[in-house]
């Protein structure tokens, strides 16, 4: 092996990968590190904070490994996430747990930024001088629910090679549908654009590329000519360093562009959706009622109760109903279903094994290596 490649191992790959938790990695876990917890972090402003207690929600269920809410709020709605939060059961206390921090904007501008399209949204652009501490984390939009263990989506880490620093799925996969390059008055990534709604970012790389002090200076120059503020500033920014960016496919950001004019997501047709983005608001009105009856479902599950009973088949029977069916997204409703229903499985075969005492095999683990 050459002396350069081995460097990039030592110094970018390997870090990368031991920063992950053993279960992310498919090893054997120490003591030590079944403690190391998934970072994930979430911005709430307005009247956003209890779609956000519904998007925990989602990741806490089908997560093994602890995790660690990072949840940056309006200080008025910090007492309502602290209530909200502790009211969970203990023994999801005991892997979950969560820190809250005020909006900040270290730079100045602080109005400017916080009405930056939706309100605070930008405030993750600044999240790598804010957590200083945090090497990397998983940032989602409030509109998210996970249908898939987060062990899984932060294991894209792994596939990082040495420049890339984050990760985004695409806006569209159809340039017939797509909006940047039909009326973007900006650079943007690629020939379709970036959606920004789930994202990996490495924070320590991130802050070694000097990435806000590059922003500033592009949101200076496109100010007026950006339409979905930070999404549209990551755009500019991948635009013009490819080589850090690391795509995932439609499947870990599945919207209604994917399907409400005819399904065009070929990850998410294959394996189901892993993680949903309601964007739009469509969990909360009626433009896209597959979407709503998802959202419902998740929204009144409770902790204590039976998955399959109270959550899986509420969300099945919900999308049989005649209004969905007759959507265009409610025609492609088992694509909700469909990881929803694997990882499942997933759960029985470990709470089997658990009260059986016998090792894991390869098919039964709570890490999927198809990703």
């Avoid at 990368?16 to 090893?27: F, P």
């Avoid at 059961?89 to 892997?95: A, E, G, Q, V, W």
């Avoid at 998983?138 to 890339?164: A, P």
Wanted: a neutral charge.
């Amino acid at each position: 092996m050459r002396m350069s490649n081995l460097r990039v191992i030592l110094f970018f790959v390997l870090p990368c990968i031991l920063l992950l938790s053993c279960v992310q990695r498919g090893v054997d876990c120490t003591e030590e590190e079944k403690l190391r917890p998934i970072n994930l972090v979430v911005v709430a402003c307005g009247d956003r904070a209890p779609e956000t207690i519904t998007l925990l929600k989602s990741a806490t269920i089908f997560t093994e490994s602890p995790l660690l809410f990072r949840i940056f709020a309006e200080e008025e709605l910090h007492a309502f996430f602290t209530e909200k939060l502790l009211a969970w059961p203990t023994h999801i206390l005991k892997r979950a747990q969560f820190k809250i921090y005020p909006v900040s904007y270290p730079r100045g501008n602080q109005y400017e930024w916080k009405k930056l399209f939706k309100t605070c949204a930008s405030q993750r652009l600044f999240l790598p001088e804010l957590l200083t501490d945090v090497d990397s984390l998983l940032y989602v939009d409030t509109d998210v629910l996970f249908l898939r263990s987060l062990d899984d989506i932060v294991r894209h880490f792994t596939r990082f090679n040495s420049t890339q620093l984050a990760a985004l799925a695409p806006e569209h996969e159809e340039a017939n549908m797509g909006w940047y390059n039909r009326f973007a008055r900006h650079p943007y990534y690629g020939k379709l654009g970036l959606n920004s709604g789930v994202m990996l970012m490495n924070l320590t790389r991130l802050r070694g590329v000097k990435f806000i002090d590059k922003i500033m200076p592009y949101y200076e120059t496109y100010r007026y000519n950006i339409t979905w503020g930070d999404q549209c500033l990551l755009n500019i920014y991948f635009h013009f360093y490819p080589e850090q960016l690391y795509e995932y496919d439609c499947s870990w950001n599945y919207r209604p562009d994917h399907c409400m004019y005819g399904s065009n997501c070929k990850g998410a047709e294959q394996k189901g959706s892993s993680v949903v983005h309601g964007c739009r608001r469509v969990f909360h009105n009626e433009k896209e009622p597959a979407f709503r009856a998802l959202y419902n479902a998740m929204d009144k599950y409770n902790f204590e109760e039976d998955l399959e009973t109270h959550l899986y088949a509420p969300i099945v029977n919900a999308l049989e109903v005649d209004d969905v069916k007759r959507s265009y997204c409610g025609q492609s409703s088992w694509i909700f279903t469909k990881m929803l229903r694997k990882q499942l499985d997933r759960l029985a075969a470990r709470k089997a094994e658990a009260q059986s005492a016998t090792p894991p095999s390869p098919t039964e683990t709570m890490v999927n290596d198809e990703l």
